[in-house]
């Protein structure tokens, strides 16, 4: 024989030797190989089981069914795929029935919250309440723009282009405010104060002017500005600017707060109102003031 022929015999000898057992099952390199081979193939199956599922609409990210059917359909094919390679091969699944029973152990313990958002992110996707492109103010604090909703997190871009992943149980058991559910436009409140003795009809006419005059407050008819006392605090009048803006300025609560204290202060001191500052007053009673002089005798 030649020296190909064993070099041939030796290499199929190689690939077909069992590296390890399994119950029944032999792992042979060639099955290692034909196992990797296949799974790339699962893995490009359902690239183009996505993509062809994407084309049903112009944005699947901003379709939420359309977007939880690609991704779900993407799952689908990994596991009938792997399945399908593993009985081909020859592998006997009963022989890994360990390890269902440790992926089961895992997912009671160190996988729970993955399972938790996994569920959660489904919910998320199928009721259809947080969409991509919506503003949210999460009860942690977090507040942006919905970016893309996963199956285990949900990406927010906050004002100041931060991105912040947050799981997805925290959308289904903590407080939501969504900024862009519903209604196109919003009504705030923006608080500040004035000193005692200021006429509140002074101040309610700068607080609307102030108001009137930024291209964010909407001025329908039954939608107009108005002026709120709400408190009298410890140092001053505290009010309350009570305006209606549009869906452009829901993504920036926080920038839209800023734009009218910013008006508010410049009307106000333009029209000479104070704004308070803390101060206190203080009462004596019977008060007596006693000084003590003590002789020093000079040093010797």
Same mark, same amino acid.
């Given at each position: 024989m030649s020296l190909w022929h064993h070099l041939w015999v030796d290499t199929l000898d190689f690939l077909h030797d069992p590296l390890l057992t399994i119950g029944k099952t032999d792992l042979t390199l060639l099955r290692l190989l034909g196992l990797v081979a296949m799974l790339l193939a699962v893995r490009k199956l359902a690239v183009v089981v996505r993509r062809s599922i994407s084309r049903l609409t112009v944005d699947p990210k901003s379709d939420p069914g359309i977007y939880l059917l690609q991704r779900l359909s993407g799952y689908l094919v990994w596991f009938a795929g792997t399945f399908i390679a593993l009985e081909y091969l020859g592998f006997e699944l009963s022989s890994f029935a360990f390890l269902g029973g440790a992926i089961g152990v895992g997912?009671?313990?160190?996988?729970?919250?993955?399972?938790?958002?996994?569920?959660?992110?489904?919910?998320?996707?199928?009721?259809?309440? /947080? *969409?991509? =492109? !919506?503003?949210?103010?999460?009860?942690?604090? #977090?507040?942006?723009?919905?970016? $893309?909703?996963?199956?285990?997190?949900?990406?927010?871009?906050?004002?100041?282009?931060?991105?912040?992943?947050?799981?997805?149980?925290?959308?289904?058991?903590?407080?939501?405010?969504?900024?862009?559910?519903g209604e196109e436009v919003r009504r705030v409140h923006v608080p500040f104060s004035v000193a005692y003795g200021t006429d509140k009809e002074q101040v309610r006419e700068a607080a609307v002017a102030a108001a009137l005059?930024?291209?964010?407050?909407?001025?329908?008819?039954?939608?107009?500005?108005?002026?709120?006392? /709400? *408190?009298? =605090? !410890?140092?001053?009048?505290?009010?309350?600017? #009570?305006?209606?803006?549009?869906? $452009?300025?829901?993504?920036?609560?926080?920038?839209t707060q800023a734009h009218y204290l910013w008006e508010l202060e410049t009307e106000l001191r333009n029209r000479q109102i104070a704004i308070p500052f803390p101060q206190r007053d203080l009462h004596l009673k019977d008060a007596r003031l006693t000084v003590a002089l003590e002789t020093v005798p000079p040093q010797r």
């Open positions: 997912l009671g313990f160190g996988l729970q919250n993955v399972l938790h958002n996994f569920v959660s992110g489904v919910i998320i996707l199928f009721e259809k309440t /947080v *969409k991509v =492109g !919506d503003v949210v103010e999460l009860q942690s604090g #977090v507040t942006g723009e919905v970016v $893309e909703i996963k199956l285990r997190y949900t990406h927010i871009a906050t004002p100041d282009l931060m991105d912040i992943l947050v799981p997805n149980s925290e959308f289904i058991s903590a407080r939501v405010v969504n900024w862009s559910f005059r930024s291209p964010r407050t909407l001025t329908d008819p039954a939608r107009q500005p108005d002026v709120w006392l /709400v *408190k009298m =605090g !410890d140092n001053g009048l505290e009010f309350e600017l #009570v305006v209606w803006v549009g869906n $452009e300025s829901l993504g920036h609560p926080s920038s």
